[in-house]
């Protein structure tokens, strides 16, 4: 399965006609937060596949549309947060936000995002009992602690991923909210068994 990952920058060959030609062998694309709805809701709609999501911690609830306030919501979207699911024996789970460093929107405490994470727990329990695995990809915002994340409190990675990692042994965590500047900038780490993955921009992936 190929899947297309995007995360933090509008990319304009994605954003363009050019889509439809050179991501046609995508089968499933993914968002890992801070990007516009109008650019997930351009790229569902050219390529015509799934696209799952979770929010960072620059997305706001509600904006000025047609003259309200209404949900930022992408349509034709679906919201992966707080889920676990199965995409053709794919197991994917997701959580959003960042690490809090003001009153934003999606800003969590470690202890919010490990709360979090018990609210994913039950459906990976059946997952093991019947799939003989927890997870093949979690899906975040932000990155675990001490790796691919910042010095400053916006950036700093969770402490609760370093344990789920461990734990739950998921074969990929993609992530974003770091950005990336240059070719020498280490967007791929293999932590234990699990490759953490730096999506910023876009990245395909095949799984």
């Known amino acids: 399965m190929k899947i297309l990952f995007l995360s933090d920058k509008v990319v304009d060959f994605l954003y363009s006609p050019a889509i439809s030609k050179k991501m046609a062998d995508i089968d499933l694309i993914i968002s890992c937060g ?3 709805t109008s650019y997930l809701e351009y790229i569902v709609t050219m390529l015509n596949k799934p696209l799952y999501y979770v929010f960072g911690n620059h ?3 509600k904006i000025f549309k047609e003259g309200g306030l209404k949900k930022n919501i992408p349509q034709g ?3 992966l947060d707080n889920r676990v699911i199965n995409y053709k024996g794919l197991l994917i789970g997701g959580l959003e936000g960042s690490y809090r460093y003001s009153r934003g929107d999606y800003q969590y405490t470690d202890f919010e995002m490990c709360l979090k994470i ?3 727990k039950p459906r990976m329990y059946l997952n093991k009992l019947f799939k003989k695995r927890y997870l093949d ?4 915002h932000a990155p675990p602690y001490g ?3 910042g010095s400053d409190l916006c950036h700093r990675g969770f402490k609760c991923f370093n344990h789920f990692i461990r ?4 074969g990929y965590l993609v992530h974003g909210h770091v950005h ?8 791929l780490t293999e932590v234990n068994s699990t490759k953490v993955i730096n999506a910023y921009g876009f990245r395909v992936v095949e799984v």
Do not use: E, Q
Not at 180 to 187: H, P, S
């Open 34 to 36: 801070d990007l516009p």
């Open 59 to 61: 997305h706001k609830k």
């Open 77 to 79: 979207c679906i919201n």
């Open 118 to 120: 018990l609210r994913l």
């Open 137 to 140: 990809l979690l899906v975040t």
């Open 147 to 149: 790796f691919h994340d």
């Open 167 to 170: 734990k739950f042994k998921p």
């Open 180 to 187: 990336l500047y240059g070719i020498d900038d280490n967007w």
